[in-house]
């Protein structure tokens, strides 16, 4: 049986639902807590009955750690569909490392097949249609928790299949005398009976690995006689398919393209006879796991599986699909294909609520649109401008709607979370994508099918891509100061960065800081590795790292820089495991002079000193130090990095570096219930009331004085709960993002949405300023980063009043 797996894909910017938890609390209770070491595998209740191919009921056990887990003192428990009344029985032994156990039970009149022999044996008449089976770590009968038995003491796992209100969530698939249900997938538990299990054909073993299989009752693929289901009757006029779980025989269809790469090869077939239903998609996808498939576009096939509904990450939609133990028949080749439907997405990107509750609508919502054509052929038919760079896995994405939140470089900004830009579509070429950035046109004429992928949602998987024109987009650069003392300040995440990269990436990222970005006086550095990078071996030094990268700027003709950094403790930020990531500061000492003072490390917190107590001259206890390291608002995060420096004589300017918690974990836009759960966004809030009470600390002490600069990888939008909390909605630092055209906030691309996730701020004592992003990154396909650096220059003389001309907030920085 082929197991699905989700493909592996960084995942930085997502937005995410908070009424998931509400949606959540109208089901079910759920168990005391999701097993990671033993679950139900397996059950069935129609041994020795009628057209039953087995002697006897059986449930089955899987230990899914790699370690024996011993079960002599559990028991295994059945009632029936009420759920009043169990009958115990008691285990022995143990489970094998990623092993099986079998409870043999009751014998009927009926049946062929012997099971394998039993690892533990009861007399307990199962039903096979509608039960309850209990896994307990004791071996005391359960009694008086009605249908929640679920959450009672001692429970480990448990299924309600058919007819019962005794479930984790919501029931497994009912059964017959020739079916079971078995646990999907790599035996994940997420307690929910419906969404582990799927029926089909009873298979058991024993801890000895001794499998005995039923045979399969319905005709095979060898049978060249259309089943009684068509594909649209598989996908069903809603999201989840009205058959999931249940075995489909010689279903017919056109084979409209075939994966033949990666873990989640396949095919999608199509009827070329539509039904009059315009919810029902005609087409749908067979999953072969590893194996390759052996047909080809335009082969008329009959295929047999399980039908599935495949959820490629926690809160996304899912793909229907038939999977399990696939066969499938090749009837006739050269067939013509059904014809492709133009995409035609509405404005609206989709309705709130849960998705999978709700009809499908796909005239008035663009998520909608997606589902009713899953696994169809589409086409674009028009030409369409690139909003996204291609990437290593063959993705692009285009906009099909140009005049929607355009940036003046060809992109799409992402403005707020009630507007994800439904003009966005993903085409993912089988054949490799050309190398293309961001404002190139896709010529029409690409055609393919409809996916549901991880993290991107549904996507466009072209066998015929249109052509690529390059439009010229260029990198940028920082326009040469207007005075000799004017005070750069920039910051740039260097994506993981260590010592063992490859001296061409040091040497890209070093001549950006030269040629684009001017030699900055100040440059906070986001994702430096320690000295090893990912080898996880106790290192958390990354002198070696940041030399490498001090040199690689002088070679390619910049100041011979100064750093200060404090090495985090070993694997307590986040990050690459082993990589031990942190922010650094470069500075040219020939600029600006670092204020050491001793003492700063991994866990002593940085705290703000009056110099007298009647004066505004503020310091550092340490420097550099961090900020309250100790909270839990740090937990497996980095630290912010402040330190002290004096420019233009003897003026103070106190500079924190950040690098936020990322979102990965955020449910995806295209999540089943909307709007996504930003789940991540807890700790962020967290991290920036610590930065924010820093910062109004250096303040109050200061009297207002002191210049102070925030700036680093947030990993949030300028609109988000998180940057607000910090800025205190503007009052204690000015977000300088926000002070650029609406069109020109973003320093990132991620799934077709130009988007902010680096931040400069700045103290209202910092009056006369220039600033802008470096796009030389996030809008290419060739890469130094994923990130675009940004730049603030604080400008010389602006100390007096009235302010000179020249100190007028907001003078461009960048060469357009």
């Known amino acids: 049986m082929a197991t699905r797996k989700t493909k592996r894909r960084l995942i930085t910017a997502a937005a995410l639902p908070l009424a998931l938890a509400a949606t959540m609390a109208t089901l079910p209770g759920s168990a005391n807590a999701i097993s990671t070491d033993v679950v139900i595998s397996a059950v069935y209740g129609g041994g020795g009955n009628s057209g039953a191919a087995f002697k006897n009921d059986f449930i089955e056990l899987a230990n899914v750690t790699g370690s024996p887990i011993d079960v002599s003192t559990w028991s295994i428990q059945y009632a029936s569909a009420a759920g009043v009344v169990f009958q115990m029985t008691s285990l022995i032994g143990s489970i094998p490392a990623h092993g099986r156990y079998l409870i043999q039970q009751a014998a009927g009149a009926g049946g062929a097949l012997t099971l394998p022999t039993p690892d533990a044996v009861g007399t307990v008449p199962m039903s096979a249609t509608s039960g309850v089976v209990a896994l307990r770590t004791s071996q005391f009968p359960l009694v008086g928790c009605g249908t929640a038995c679920a959450t009672a003491p001692d429970v480990k796992d448990l299924i309600g299949y058919g007819a019962t209100a005794n479930v984790e969530t919501l029931a497994a698939p009912g059964l017959t005398n020739t079916t079971a249900n078995a646990r999907s997938g790599a035996l994940v538990d997420t307690d929910n009976n419906a969404a582990d299990f799927s029926s089909g054909v009873p298979k058991a073993t024993n801890t000895a690995g001794t499998t005995v299989s039923a045979a399969d009752p319905d005709p095979g693929p060898g049978d060249p006689t259309p089943g009684p289901l068509r594909i649209h009757d598989i996908q069903g006029s809603g999201r989840i398919s009205p058959v999931v779980g249940q075995n489909v025989t010689n279903v017919p269809g056109i084979v409209t393209a075939v994966r033949v790469t990666g873990s989640a090869r396949g095919f999608w077939f199509q009827d070329p006879s539509a039904d009059a239903d315009p919810l029902t998609s005609e087409g749908l996808f067979v999953f072969t796991g590893t194996t390759t498939p052996t047909v080809a576009i335009g082969d008329s096939v009959l295929a047999t599986g399980r039908v599935t509904e495949f959820r490629p990450s926690t809160g996304a939609q899912s793909l229907t699909e038939i999977g399990g133990t696939v066969t499938y028949t090749k009837l006739t080749g050269g067939n013509t294909l059904p014809a492709a439907i133009p995409v035609a997405l509405p404005d609206p990107y989709t309705k709130t609520g849960a998705l999978e509750a709700q009809p499908l609508e796909p005239g008035s919502y663009t998520l909608d649109w997606y589902e009713v054509h899953e696994g169809m052929r589409v086409t674009v038919a028009q030409s369409a401008r690139l909003v996204s760079p291609a990437n290593d896995f063959n993705e692009l994405w285009v906009t099909l709607k140009p005049g929607q939140n355009p940036t003046p470089r060809g992109g799409t900004i992402y403005q707020s979370y009630d507007d994800q830009n439904s003009g966005r579509l993903l085409i993912q070429a089988l054949t490799g994508a050309p190398e293309a950035n961001v404002g190139d046109t896709l010529a029409g004429g690409t055609v393919g099918v409809i996916d549901y992928q991880n993290f991107g949602g549904y996507a466009l998987i072209a066998t015929t891509l249109g052509a690529v024109t390059d439009n010229g987009l260029k990198r940028q650069k920082v326009l040469p100061p207007k005075k000799a003392g004017d005070l750069s300040v920039a910051t740039y995440n260097v994506e993981n960065l ?301 100390d007096t009043s009235p302010l000179p001309a020249r100190c007028t907030p907001g003078s461009p920085v960048v060469d357009e």
């Open 498 to 798: 260590a010592a063992t990269n490859p001296a061409a990436k040091f040497a890209r990222l070093a001549q950006a800081v030269v040629t684009n970005l001017g030699s900055p006086d100040i440059l906070a550095l986001e994702e430096i590795q320690d000295n090893n990078g990912a080898v996880n071996n106790g290192v958390v030094a990354a002198d070696q790292t940041v030399a490498l990268f001090i040199a690689a700027i002088t070679t390619a003709g910049g100041p011979a820089y100064d750093w200060r950094s404090v090495d985090p403790a070993d694997g307590t930020d986040g990050g690459e495991p082993g990589g031990n990531i942190r922010q650094v500061f470069l500075f040219n000492p020939a600029r600006v002079t670092f204020v050491d003072r001793p003492g700063g490390d991994a866990t002593t917190a940085v705290t703000v000193l009056r110099e007298r107590p009647t004066s505004n001259q503020v310091s550092l206890s340490v420097s550099p130090g961090r900020i309250n390291p100790g909270s839990a608002a740090w937990s497996s995060s980095r630290k912010p990095l402040v330190g002290e420096f004096l420019f233009d004589g003897n003026k103070q300017l106190f500079v924190v570096a950040n690098h936020f918690n990322s979102k990965g974990g955020d449910y995806p836009l295209t999540s089943a219930v909307q709007p996504p759960n930003r789940v991540t966004e807890t700790q962020r809030i967290q991290q920036a009331s610590e930065v924010n009470a820093f910062v109004q600390d250096l303040s109050t002490k200061s009297l207002a004085r002191a210049r102070v600069v925030v700036l680093g990888d947030l990993n949030d939008y300028p609109f988000s709960p998180a940057v607000n909390t910090l800025t205190s909605n503007g009052t204690a630092l000015k977000t300088l993002i926000d002070t650029l055209p609406a069109g020109e906030r973003y320093s990132y691309v991620f799934d077709g949405n130009s988007q902010t996730l680096d931040h400069i701020m700045i103290s209202p004592a910092i009056k006369g300023y220039s600033y802008g992003v470096v796009h030389i990154n996030a809008e290419f396909a060739d890469q130094a980063s994923d990130h675009d650096p940004q730049i603030v220059r604080i400008l010389t003389g602006c």
